[in-house]
């Protein structure tokens, strides 16, 4: 098993560009999750995924979208970059079984 | 919601040492905390949990202890080694469904060969 991947793993992007940070998981996981990690702040829930067809807002919200494609893959979208976006964006699953949630390795964004 | 922070954003330790890393909660409903530890350029890694019904919780070198009554849960880590050495993040339920998490903001352990 490969557990939860993420691509791509570092981006830089301009101010107005967009992209979407891709997330699978093969542990037929029901939940999924967005968080960012920026210097001194622990990870933050941008959205997540309680089962494959629903979506919800995590804590920061405002400039993403999500996707949740089908079981396995969950995306997340920047419409328009802002350098306010700059951060480390990990993917996250759970079973549901119990509550622990298994990492991607991260995504490192750039916004200039 | 809940609010999860760390009395201290760096601890150094001397190998072989014993290591205590703590956190404190603001919301008294939360019933599950987990521990999670960070290494350089990789996601969180799930080091051991701990529900309200319990006080103490022991893995492989390492024990969460809980108190509910000052709303306090702190990370033992034994015989501390170089490994060791990474930001180590507690986390707490926010209530409901859906597993959500809000984790603190983190402290850096390192360990002095």
């Known amino acids: 098993n490969a557990g939860v991947t993420q691509t791509p793993k570092f981006q830089v992007l301009k101010t107005g560009q967009s992209m979407t940070l891709q997330c699978a998981q093969d542990m037929n996981h029901n939940s999924m999750y967005w968080y960012r990690q920026d210097p001194g702040m622990g990870l933050r829930l941008i959205y997540y995924s309680a089962s494959e067809g629903t979506t919800d807002k995590g804590e920061v919200p405002n400039g993403y979208n999500v996707s949740r494609l089908n079981k396995r893959e969950f995306s997340l979208r920047l419409e328009s970059a802002a350098p306010s976006q700059t951060s480390v964006y990990f993917c996250?699953?759970?079973?549901?079984?119990?509550?622990?949630?298994?990492f991607g390795p991260g995504t490192r964004l750039t916004v200039t | 919601g809940e609010s999860v922070g760390l009395h201290l954003p760096t601890l150094s330790v001397q190998e072989g040492d014993n290591s205590i890393i703590n956190c404190a909660y603001s919301n008294s409903a939360s019933d599950y905390f987990i521990w999670y530890k960070q290494e350089s350029g990789k996601g969180p890694q799930f080091i051991i949990d701990?529900?309200?019904?319990?006080d103490k919780r022991q893995g492989q070198r390492v024990t969460v202890l809980l108190n509910k009554t000052v709303k306090h849960l702190s990370l033992q880590i034994a015989a501390t080694q170089p490994g060791d050495s990474a930001v180590y993040f507690c986390a707490g339920e926010s209530g409901g469904s859906n597993y959500k998490l809000t984790f603190g903001k983190g402290t850096l352990l390192t360990v002095n060969p």
């Open positions: 701990i529900r309200s019904n319990m």
């Open positions: 996250a699953s759970n079973g549901g079984v119990v509550n622990e949630q298994y």
